[in-house]
């Protein structure tokens, strides 16, 4: 039998070849220059660690106040945006004023709400897409260099990439969790604009199709304070844009993003059709 591991080989060296993956653009970065990074000094400053307020006292100085957060695996560190996250934005969760849908995807919607109530693969250490990994209550820092605004979400240890060189959005975007982003200045307000999604859980209470975008403005309303408009577009899913309102954010300069392992300390369990449960018994706790 003739060995395919030549054929093989050539698609890969044809593919190397041909440039990038499917769906990747073709983007020459050039190394930014003194004035590059001059730059960055007349842009609004959102560096730093923020977290979006989810109501009662203030966090204590420092990070001792969140320090006693369950760590990964239990659902309140990595459950999807429900009840809590709904409280900050129309749609997230579920809550709150919904989308009018094309008669396709409202038949969509019905056809899911008449199915059994599904786990959601985050209690299995998936994380969140976008937008739902915004409305995650915990902190997440923004980072500014020449050309790209990187956010690191301490939630899952994820981190996006927004891309403000000037470069389009991709015309056929591999799919991915969080999308490709390419952003904008538009005076004192970063407009974001992703593409591309990986069919999962994302903290959106509605069918979506393959055309969504979501359209994220960030902009301080006072030094410390950031607030992200959210809309959602998708001419297949969506008679008009849908808002899915505003989130606050509140910045902590003493703060530092900590580490995030879902698997450590996970106390999920799977039963054999797949459905999640949790063990919330402290495990240092003295057997009685």
């Given amino acids: 039998m003739k060995s395919i591991y030549p054929i093989l080989c050539g698609f890969l060296f044809a593919a190397l070849a041909a440039g990038p993956l499917a769906g990747a653009e073709k983007v020459v970065r050039k190394a930014p220059t003194p004035a590059d990074w001059a730059g960055l000094a ?6 730093g660690v923020w977290e979006m307020g989810m109501g009662g006292p203030p966090p204590a100085a420092g990070r001792g106040a ?12 990595g459950a999807p945006p429900g009840a809590r996250a709904a409280r900050a934005g129309r749609g997230f969760g579920g809550r709150g004023p919904q989308p009018a849908l094309t008669p396709e995807y409202a038949a969509k919607a019905k056809a899911e709400a008449a199915k059994p109530a599904g786990e959601s ?51 056929d975007p591999d799919p991915t969790f969080y999308g490709f982003s390419v952003g904008r200045w538009e005076g004192d307000t970063l407009v974001a604009e992703s593409v591309g999604f990986e069919r999962t859980p994302r903290g959106l209470s509605f069918p979506y199709s393959d055309k969504m975008k979501i359209v994220e403005r960030f902009h301080l309303t006072d030094p410390d304070t950031m607030a992200i408009d959210t809309t959602i577009v998708d001419p297949d899913a969506l008679t008009q844009p849908f808002s899915m309102g505003t989130r606050t954010l509140k910045r902590h300069r003493n703060w530092t993003i900590a580490e995030y392992v879902c698997e450590e300390n996970n106390r ?21």
């Fill in 42 to 47: 007349e842009l609004p400053d959102l560096t």
């Fill in 268 to 288: 999920n369990s799977v039963d054999a059709q797949g459905n999640a449960g949790i063990n919330l018994a402290n495990p240092e706790a003295s057997p009685k």
């Fill in 66 to 77: 969140r320090a006693a957060a369950p760590p990964g695996g239990a659902p309140p560190a």
């Fill in 121 to 171: 693969e985050t209690a299995n250490c998936l994380p969140p897409g976008m937008p739902g990994i915004m409305s995650q209550p915990y902190p997440m820092e923004f980072l500014l260099t020449p050309g790209q605004v990187t956010i690191v979400i301490e939630a899952y240890s994820q981190v996006r990439h927004i891309y403000t060189d000037g470069r389009p959005l991709p015309v």
